[in-house]
């Protein structure tokens, strides 16, 4: 099952989590943009729909904003072959709540119901999201939430670096929405 990193706002440093499982998970691939710097949603949105199409039922690893970006390219075009999504610390970008003007573009936050399974991973102390309000995002988009405690904004300033418990978050999800026949395929490898 094909992977797509979908990092936010400064892109992901070689540190980050989503770096690592890039570098460590043969089927994963980054959603490249222009310009991490200046997220700019409209042509960010045809990198990820362009990469959608080109790995139709893949499952996206999103970040901060890329979550956010996930759930507007989900809400514009529900044709995608969407496998799934793993949304880690999505970045709350409705004006009242947000103080990073460069995001103002990504506003108002998609409140749509997604048209896959996902699952939203957020922080108690997540400095750009109250997990009140994660629980409610996870609730408009059809999502489960997992509480992972006072983790921050769960990447590299927070002390994640590899993550291998998200890792194995991922793989069980990926278990959990994989079709019949990449089952029957890893039983048959499994013989």
């Known amino acids: ?3 797509l990193i979908v990092p936010g706002l400064n892109g992901s440093p ?3 989590w989503q770096s690592h499982w890039e570098r460590s998970e043969p089927d994963a691939r980054r959603v490249e943009q222009d310009d991490w710097d200046k997220p700019s949603l409209g042509p960010w949105s045809l990198r990820l729909i362009e990469a959608i199409e080109s790995n139709p039922g893949a499952v996206l690893v999103a970040h901060s904003l890329g979550c956010v970006l996930v759930a507007h390219v989900a809400q514009a075009r529900p044709d ?11 970045a709350d970008v409705d004006p009242v709540l947000c ?9 108002p936050m998609p409140r749509g119901r997604l048209r896959f399974p996902a699952m939203v991973v957020a922080s108690t102390n997540d400095p750009f999201m109250s997990i009140e309000r994660a629980h409610g995002i996870a609730d408009a988009w059809g999502a ?4 992972v405690g006072a983790s921050g904004h769960i990447n590299v300033d927070s002390g994640f670096g590899p993550w291998p418990a998200g890792l194995r978050m991922l793989q069980s999800f990926a278990a959990e929405i994989a079709p019949p026949r990449f089952h029957e395929r890893i039983s048959e490898a499994v013989r």
Do not use: N, S
Request: charged content about 15%.
């Open 1 to 3: 099952m094909p992977i």
């Open 14 to 16: 070689p540190a980050h």
């Open 80 to 90: 995608l072959a969407i496998g799934g999504a793993l949304l880690v610390a999505p």
């Open 99 to 107: 103080a990073h003007g460069v995001l103002k573009e990504f506003a």
């Open 144 to 147: 489960r939430l997992v509480d």
